[in-house]
């Protein structure tokens, strides 16, 4: 059974797609399942911004492909592991659990990937270079989170 991870923002057009594109290129793929989602509805069924594909691209990583959809109650059900970009989609997000097994699925990025500071920051209002920046901690958080958690046969921090 094929473990699967969500990562999630705000309008799933920035952080997230970087984010899904990054964990995946460093996954096996029958292993794994990867998707990315945004809290709000914005820009269900546009592709991620210019920028984001412009950036995944230097590092070749494709993700013009993807396509925004909004989070739902069904994704606690459908993934295992469901990371935030910032605190305030985690809170969106834990709005909708039903139980204490939905929220034990929840985590921050930054804080999982084993970086001092807890949020990415939306890179969207600014210019390249904070696409540059987002990508390069959003890339470090997930070597982090594939060494400590997803690696591990029990899934759980050593």
């Known amino acids: 059974m094929a473990t699967r991870i969500l990562m999630v923002c705000l309008g799933n057009i920035c952080r997230s797609p970087l984010a899904e594109g990054i964990f995946a290129s460093k996954l096996a793929g029958e292993d794994y399942v990867v998707d990315s989602a945004g809290t709000a ?77 807890r949020e990415v920051p939306d890179p969207y209002y600014g210019g390249a270079d904070g696409f540059e920046q987002v990508y390069r901690m959003i890339d470090t958080a997930c070597d982090y989170i594939l060494a400590e958690y997803i690696g591990k046969p029990d899934g759980k921090k050593s």
């Open 41 to 117: 509805g914005y820009h269900v069924g546009n592709p991620p911004d210019p920028r984001s594909i412009e950036v995944a691209a230097q590092y070749g990583i494709d993700i013009s492909r993807q396509r925004c959809r909004r989070f739902s109650v069904s994704d606690f059900d459908n993934f295992d592991y469901i990371f935030a970009m910032d605190l305030e989609n985690q809170a969106n997000i834990l709005s909708l659990a039903r139980n204490e097994r939905d929220r034990a699925k929840v985590s921050l990025l930054l804080e999982a990937g084993g970086k001092g500071r």
